[in-house]
């Protein structure tokens, strides 16, 4: 069994003396965070990480994520991990309270990101690509996105996916083939992604896919990129769900470790076409990702 102890003396040294809580605590919006509050989430979070996490990292990486008729099947014990893990609001921890998040400053979050990576990378990457979705869709959608969307992505009831990558198209953006057909107030998404982290699993209600695709008049090159937000289940304006779109994983990648995190070819169409909404505005959807890529970015470079 893997054991992991957090080392929260470094992490109350760095957050409370190197990076200075007190100054974060003179800000507006975060007047009542304090060494104390900052405390009891270490403590809380280094329970869950090695009391949790950790035991299930070897499990999930001997056994790791299946494909099924039904979609993927995460492994034995990430559900009720995940669930514990959203119970408890470690998800929202530094999420805007406008929609449902906690409001704690980047600088406590980090710590628990750092351990909930230490503890079982195949696990944290999933919220790690929760937060950059949720992160775009609040800088670049409309208010009405935000609404049926952005609470669920804040309490990781719903989780997130980043779909750039394509069978021709891997560091070269300009490539992508994926097609935007418009269609009254959405569009009708074709096409497929590959090496998309946590693209299907069973841990969530719905899966928010952010989607890089091309509108029919759109110009070459990462010039005519839009982005589009694409849910496994659709939302009726009430934010309750509704049918399933016509999005589905075919196949998961066999990786030489982090097994347990699936890595899934993504297909959107193969039936009438995905419904998806626009994100942000047409053709900036390379910029406009930007935003989910920078959050993604610095939560890998917690994971070293």
Not at 36 to 48: C, G, P, R, Y
Not at 90 to 97: E, F, R, V
Not at 248 to 254: G, K, L, V
Request: proline share 5%.
């Amino acid at each position: 069994m893997t054991t992991y102890r957090a080392p929260i003396r470094d992490m109350r040294f760095v957050i409370n003396e190197l990076a200075g809580l007190e100054r974060l605590a003179a800000l507006p919006g975060y007047e009542e965070v304090s060494p104390d509050i900052a405390e009891a989430v270490l403590e809380e979070a280094a329970k869950l990480a090695g009391e949790v996490l950790a035991p299930l990292n070897k499990l999930g990486d001997e056994r790791g994520a299946s494909l099924t008729k039904e979609g993927v099947m995460a492994a034995d014990g990430f559900g009720a991990a995940y669930r514990q893990f959203v119970e408890n609001g470690w998800n929202g921890l530094s999420g805007d309270p406008e929609y449902g998040g906690q409001g704690l400053p980047s600088l406590i979050m980090a710590a628990t990101v750092e351990m909930w990576n230490s503890a079982n990378m195949s696990f944290a990457l999933c919220p790690l690509l929760t937060a950059g979705a949720t992160e775009a869709v609040k800088t670049h959608a409309d208010d009405e996105l935000k609404r049926r969307f952005l609470p669920k992505l804040v309490s990781g009831e719903w989780s997130g996916t980043m779909n750039l990558t394509e069978p021709q198209a891997g560091s070269d953006l300009s490539a992508v083939r994926t097609r935007a057909v418009p269609e009254g107030d959405h569009y009708r998404i074709t096409g497929q992604k590959i090496f998309i982290t946590w693209g299907d699993h069973d841990m969530t209600d719905n899966v928010v896919h952010l989607v890089l695709a091309r509108l029919p008049d759109a110009p070459e090159g990462t010039r005519g990129i839009s982005l589009f937000l694409v849910p496994k289940f659709l939302v009726a304006p009430d934010g309750s769900l509704a049918e399933r779109n016509d999005v589905a994983c075919a196949s998961i990648e066999h990786k030489l470790g982090i097994h347990a995190s699936p890595t899934c070819v993504m297909s959107f169409g193969e039936k009438e076409g995905a419904i998806g909404y626009l994100v942000g505005q047409e053709n900036e959807g390379l910029p406009h990702m930007f935003t989910m890529m920078n959050e993604a970015r610095q939560k890998v470079g917690l994971q070293g």
